[in-house]
């Protein structure tokens, strides 16, 4: 805790970058939720680019960052994988965009409703947590918001076997079917990651408490 404080002002500029990732992780799920709300055809995805393209630009700059200062609070290595992190997320929500958009017609009856919720609480819980770190808060605050994203993901595991058991019953036509195992994996794997950051967080307040 200590030395977070003697170096806050050198880690300031990273607690800027890495809360304004995580905000590009909300709202690329925002952008996700709007895009399964019309499936009649398929939709420009500009905006989830330049969404993707504004995280990869912090991330690029937070590993500027990195080599062009001397002392910071927080391991450069700790700040670097939580940065990548909630880059990788940002990259599998526009990868699900695009196949989604393939042939939108085609999942009209596809149910998303549960994951995109899951999605959405996730992201949000993730952005919270980011912004502890700023404070550094007590271990026990943040144990507490990462067993909150230990249960979406688990919730999330629940929700994806459910799915398939029904897509595998042959709820749908083949080539449909198809198309609904790619997206759920995508999904799934988008708030696999989210948990991923949250113990990457969790593993930096331990380290300076």
Do not use: W
Request: aromatic content about 8%.
């Amino acid at each position: 805790m200590f030395s977070v404080q003697k170096y806050f002002s050198h880690d300031a500029k990273f607690f800027d970058l890495l809360e304004a990732s995580a905000d590009e992780t909300q709202a690329l799920t925002q952008l996700l939720v709007e895009l399964l709300k019309d499936r009649t055809h398929p939709h420009p995805l500009h905006e989830f680019a330049l969404a993707r393209d504004k995280d990869r630009h912090i991330t690029q700059q937070i590993s500027h960052e990195l080599v062009n200062t001397f002392i910071t609070g927080l391991e450069r290595e700790d700040i670097e994988t939580l940065s990548y992190s909630m880059y990788r997320i940002c990259k599998v929500i526009e990868k699900f965009a695009e196949r989604f958009n393939l042939a939108p017609q085609r999942l009209e009856t596809v149910n998303f409703s549960r994951q995109a919720e899951l999605m959405q609480r996730a992201t949000e819980t993730l952005s919270q947590m980011v912004r502890l770190l700023r404070k550094m808060p007590p271990l026990e605050t943040v144990k507490a918001m990462n067993d909150k994203l230990q249960a979406i993901e688990s919730e999330a595991d629940d929700v994806m076997l459910e799915l398939l058991r029904e897509a595998y019953a042959g709820k749908f036509e083949p080539m449909t079917a198809m198309m609904v195992r790619d997206l759920y994996d995508l999904l799934e794997r988008a708030i696999d990651r989210c948990r991923d950051c949250g113990n990457v967080i969790s593993h930096i307040v331990l380290k300076n408490s």
